[in-house]
């Protein structure tokens, strides 16, 4: 069992008194899941509805995926007045048990978060035909019609992050690592490199990136997503070998980037970090000063809105992907290094992001969702 309370330093779409009221008890290792009744907005009419979540390793304070995903469903527990049930995997052995404890709960809906649970959703889904499902970050054709893929293009948006680093470089070098080496993570990496490579094209430049080679999708990876020291010295073998700005891609594993980070400044070195799927600026806790910007997944919104879908009786399978076009995936705000990025920098964004969503320039990865 495991007690977490969610410490967010500023909003991420949910007020203050929902996210600060108290701790949240969270199940894990297959214990039968803590019960939140579904009060509410004053707005919102309760309702039997039960929407129920079940989280990777990371958990849900993992300032990433999981934490945006719990948003969502929070959301949808005020909006629509529905109640949830919700269970916490402390590692992939509890994926199993902990799906199979929200089948028991008699919920409406259960979203499973992240690739790595994959397999045990489509068993779960082929099992419990009247329930329905959604998954974010993995699709599979396999998928029986009750489960609703929720998936990014996250490539698009990192390919804007590229662009952005290597524009804002100092040392003509940068860096990206990653977690495990699987599509949702890899996906990040292929953007941004590609946005780097863009950049160099662009400028007659030749700015390195350090952590990931596209072409061979070989690069740099920790194997989990738990272990922050590897991240910490991750980053600073990136920084003693030149790289001034660094994007993990690693989940609370990238929390061990910003404690690199806060050392290489106190040191004197001038190091920035890109964050992923979140706002890192606005959900981290530390080191905001040192945060770049950050390529976002919006699926707090996607998750409410399959769950408000899936209410009025018009749940359907055909997968949620998420795009710059359709606001899915997003550049965040520069924040505090606002004035670090060149008014050019900023206006040839713009440019770059009208033209991949015109398709007048493509960005490809072997990780991107068919659309």
């Known amino acids: 069992m495991k007690t977490s309370l969610r410490n967010i330093k500023r909003g991420t779409g949910l007020s203050a008194a929902v996210l600060g009221a108290s701790a949240l008890v969270l199940t ?189 999708q070989n690069g740099t990876f920790v194997g989990n997503f738990e272990d922050q020291g590897k991240g910490k010295t991750n980053t600073l073998n990136f920084i003693n070998e030149g790289a001034d700005i660094i994007m993990p891609v690693a989940g609370p594993v990238g929390l061990g980037t910003l404690d690199a980070v806060i050392e290489a400044n106190a040191d004197g070195k001038d190091a920035k970090v890109v964050w992923v799927d979140s706002d890192g600026y606005e959900t981290a806790g530390k080191a905001e000063e040192f945060i770049l910007t950050s390529v976002m997944k919006l699926m707090g919104n996607a998750v409410e809105d399959v769950i408000k879908t899936d209410t009025e009786g018009k749940f359907d399978s055909t997968p949620y992907v998420g795009t710059l076009e359709n606001g899915g995936v997003a550049l965040a705000p520069f924040h505090d290094l606002d004035a670090a990025v060149s008014d050019d920098t900023k206006s040839e964004l713009e440019t770059i992001k009208k033209a991949i969503i015109s398709g007048d320039i493509k960005v490809e990865s072997k990780a991107s969702p068919q659309q």
Do not use: H
């Open 28 to 216: 894990a290792c297959g214990a039968p899941p803590a019960e939140e009744g579904g009060s509410g907005s004053p707005a919102a009419e309760a309702t039997d509805y039960r929407g129920c979540i079940v989280s990777d390793s990371g958990g849900f304070d993992d300032r990433s995926f999981n934490q945006s995903s719990y948003e969502g469903l929070k959301m949808a527990e005020q909006d629509l007045g529905i109640k949830i049930s919700e269970a916490e995997s402390q590692a992939e052995t509890d994926f199993g048990p902990n799906v199979d404890a929200m089948v028991q709960a008699d919920c409406n809906m259960i979203l499973t978060v992240g690739f790595l649970l994959g397999d045990v959703t489509k068993e779960a889904a082929a099992d419990n035909p009247e329930t329905n499902f959604a998954i974010v970050d993995y699709s599979d054709p396999e998928f029986t019609d009750n489960v609703k893929p929720i998936i990014y293009d996250t490539a698009q948006a990192a390919f804007l992050a590229g662009y952005a680093a290597a524009a804002t470089s100092e040392t003509g070098k940068v860096a990206t690592y990653g977690g495990m080496n699987i599509p949702t993570v890899t996906i990040f990496m292929d953007g941004f490199a590609d946005g780097v490579d863009y950049y160099n094209k662009q400028k007659d430049a030749n700015v390195e990136l350090l952590g990931w080679d596209k072409k061979s």
